[in-house]
């Protein structure tokens, strides 16, 4: 198996630190609003990589954070009111809620910064007592020029950076030693949450957040660490910096990054309008159409979303998914229990299928060719699969399907549709529950129906519902 390494800028073999175990972090988003297509693009293609180790047999411990405590977090809840711990919880359980629907594996373990500040602080003054760090009122900075290998994740030199200006650096105040240098930690301000620590009262800076978390939750050296590619610089090398001074060991082997998503052949911002949050879209798709599309090429190459594209990928889906249906379809009603001999050696003729789709993904999860693969596989059935054919050998070929689809995170087999008159009588009992106030129970329905496809609007004139 070989992966891509941001490191070194070229693929390279699969070899884990321990035999049969990975080591994986993803940094995870700030949870200050609904995420948005952007934050799915690595929370899919890095479920999607997990979920091909683990059917190489690899036993995977996959850790992704939520960052619940930054400025946009205490702007949030200076905006409503709130506090930002009530911001952030709140975010945290809707983001999983689109997760769930994204077919997302929950991590192994989901840190929360704010639960992990101790070991922070104790990294922190690992690093002011190596001399890697300093203090000036109150704020903790670390020495980017003392760490030796800085740059070599985002292949940047300190000397480009110096004169590249304070656009390209972490922000920081005019105290620090040297522009280059970040902030570890920083006092607090007025209205702000905050924590004890031996410099000021106050918050810890971004990056040294996941340092701690990772080495906490996988050990001080992790077999793959990933993300988004906006986050190589400067996220990913403080992170480098911060993780190899304060161990003094290698800190990821691997370093992976998704490309970027585009909208309309432009990058999504609120001010252009083209600003999407999976919530949107799962009023519009089921986000297995989503999942489907963003698996639907390299997870390096840069994305365009577009409505003509979305619909490209819902057809193919439901070519797969219809060709499953047929095949259950033919098992209901097949007479023949064993394979003749002729299926057995048709049946044999599918493991050039799984070969190529395994070939895809070795080669650093080329999902687009291993969606290929499964095309192929859906064709050969539709010839080959009829109602003459036995049991065992349309079982074989479903299950293959299923197998290679749940790799990819893709659910080909849905459950039952809903009749209209179960849909009336959620809404009825949705209804009811509001008029008692248990908005818990009503907003539950909701769920429940918006999970399986059903989108209620409230209206003047009552509750109205539709299909996603």
């Known amino acids: 198996m070989k992966i891509y390494n941001t490191m070194s800028k070229k693929k390279e073999e699969f070899v884990p630190l321990e035999e049969g175990r990975v080591r994986m972090y993803v940094c995870g988003p700030t949870v200050y609003n609904f995420i948005h297509i952007g934050n799915a693009r690595p929370m899919i293609v890095f479920d999607t990589v997990r979920r091909y180790f683990e059917y190489k047999g690899y036993d995977v411990n996959f850790v992704s954070n939520f960052t619940d405590v930054d400025d946009k977090i205490i702007k949030k809840a200076i905006e409503e009111g709130v506090t930002a711990d009530e911001i952030s919880k709140r975010y945290i359980a809707e983001c999983k809620k689109d997760m769930e629907g994204m077919n997302v594996k929950p991590a192994t373990k989901n840190p929360l910064a704010t639960e992990e500040i101790c070991g922070m602080v104790d990294m922190i003054q690992t690093l002011i007592d190596k001399g890697y760090a300093y203090e000036k009122n109150g704020t903790v900075y670390f020495r980017t020029r003392k760490f030796e290998g800085y740059g070599k994740l985002s292949h940047k030199n300190l000397d480009d950076l110096q004169s590249g200006g304070r656009s390209l650096l972490v922000s920081g105040q005019d105290e620090k030693e040297d522009s280059l240098d970040f902030v570890l930690w920083k006092p607090k301000k007025e209205g702000e949450p905050a924590w004890e620590s031996p410099w000021s009262e106050g918050r810890p800076g971004w990056h040294i957040e996941c340092s701690e978390m990772s080495k906490k939750y ?12 906006d986050l190589v610089f400067p996220h990913h090398e403080n992170e480098i910096a911060q993780s190899e001074a304060a161990n003094g060991k290698d800190f990821a082997k691997y370093w992976m990054h998704n490309a970027f998503l585009n909208i309309d052949n432009k990058k999504m911002s609120k001010s252009l309008g083209n600003f999407f949050t999976v919530r949107e879209i799962s009023e519009k798709y089921d986000l297995q159409v989503l999942r489907f599309f963003m698996l639907g090429a390299h ?5 365009n979303f577009s409505a003509d594209l979305m619909a490209a990928a819902k057809t193919g889906l439901d070519r797969i998914i219809t060709a499953a249906d047929n095949l259950k379809f033919l098992i209901g009603n097949a007479k023949a229990e064993k394979m003749t001999e002729a299926e057995k050696q048709a049946f044999a003729k599918t493991s050039e299928y799984v070969d190529s789709f395994e070939r895809a993904m070795d080669d650093d999860f080329n999902t687009a060719d291993a969606i290929a693969s499964i095309f192929d596989l859906v064709k050969y059935s539709n010839t080959t699969a009829n109602e003459d054919s036995s049991k065992a050998y349309l079982q074989g ?37 509001r ?20 989108i209620l609007e409230d209206t003047r004139e009552g509750v109205k519902w539709k299909k996603a």
């Open 218 to 229: 996988l050990g001080e050296q992790i077999d793959i660490h990933a993300g988004g590619e």
């Open 299 to 303: 997870y390096r190459t840069p994305l």
């Open 397 to 433: 070929i479903l299950d293959l399907i299923l197998k290679l689809t749940d790799v990819l995170g893709i659910i080909v087999e849905k459950e039952e549709e809903l009749l209209a008159e179960d849909i009336e009588a959620l809404i009825e009992e949705r209804q009811a529950a």
């Open 435 to 454: 008029k008692a106030k248990n908005f818990a129970r009503a907003d539950e329905i909701r769920d429940e129906l918006l999970a399986k496809g059903i």
